[in-house]
């Protein structure tokens, strides 16, 4: 009996320990959250202007250009954007899934440029190359991460090494709702982009194009970082309350537990003492 009640008490202990772990963790992601949504709406503006300006410019385009109807290569790009740090729940598992059932479907002529120290170890596990890793990425990205993946995929789409750049990223939409993305970035669809004839370009939408693609790219990759760090610090928000609570209900039933028994110990005491006073009589 004893036994039985020191082994609850020490799983009591535990379990008490976890939850203030998993509690903390807990508040440090809603803060970091709050942060996340913050740039992600600042950036909320910019980044639709500039999205319709980019449009505009290349419905805008005459002739053939490879950012418009693309160039020879049969090789796609994927920007896989995880987290570096795990306990968010299936944030990053859901983005690997996407991110392989799509490439699963011409697994010849795909390349996956992965960022987040996650995502490498899940495509490392599937038996997935990587041609570029990038980790350690800060919870409040910087133009300078961003800068640095943008130009090196458009390097490659530019050398004819790659004919389109994907990115797959978990698009925040609130915190307790986030949705997998998978984005063609280059070349534009031009099926969803019409030109009205009502604007005019100087110098020509041609020579526009070539000049600010790199922004353009650069700015698709900034925001979807924003996006997924905010996905992230949710996604962990989510789990460290679900664990926590899970750490409520365990207590509950250990503490109800550890009570039976020790009232049932205490009855069969009295009853023991009880009955050594009888004999006695």
């Known amino acids: 009996m004893a036994a039985g009640l020191i082994t609850i008490k020490r799983r009591i202990k535990s379990i008490t320990n976890t939850r203030k772990i998993t509690k903390a963790m807990g508040l440090i992601a809603t ?7 913050r740039n992600l709406d600042a950036n ?7 999205e319709d300006t980019i449009k505009k410019i290349a419905s805008g385009v005459m002739g053939k250009s ?39 479907k011409d697994r ?23 041609i570029a890793e990038y980790v350690d990425i800060q919870n409040e990205p910087t133009l300078t991460e961003a800068k640095t993946i943008a130009e090196h995929a458009l390097s490659l789409y530019n050398k004819g090494e790659i004919g389109e750049i994907n990115i797959v990223y978990t698009k925040f939409i609130s915190t307790v709702k986030q949705e997998i993305i998978i984005k063609k970035v280059l070349p534009f669809d031009m099926k969803e982009i019409k030109y009205d004839g009502s604007t005019e370009f100087e ?72 009955s050594g006073a009888e004999a006695q009589k």
């Open 44 to 50: 909320a503006g910019y980044y639709d202007s500039f």
């Open 31 to 37: 803060s970091t959250l709050r942060k996340a949504r």
């Open 203 to 274: 110098p020509e939408a041609n020579e526009l194009l070539e000049g600010i693609v790199g922004i353009y790219l650069k700015s698709q990759v900034f925001n979807f970082l924003l996006n997924s760090k905010a996905s992230e610090q949710a996604s962990k928000m989510t789990a460290m309350d679900s664990a926590t609570k899970n750490a409520n209900d365990l207590l509950d039933n250990l503490n109800l537990k550890y009570n039976r028994i020790r009232q049932s110990a205490i009855t069969q005491e009295i009853s023991e003492i009880v």
């Open 108 to 130: 010849e002529n795909s390349l996956i440029m992965s960022v987040g120290q996650k995502g490498r170890g899940y495509f490392r596990r599937l038996h997935y190359d990587t």
């Open 66 to 104: 490879t950012y418009t109807t693309g160039n020879d290569s049969k090789k796609k790009l994927y920007i896989t954007m995880t987290s570096d740090a795990g306990l968010c729940g299936g944030f990053n598992g859901s983005v690997v899934n996407a991110a392989v059932k799509e490439i699963s």
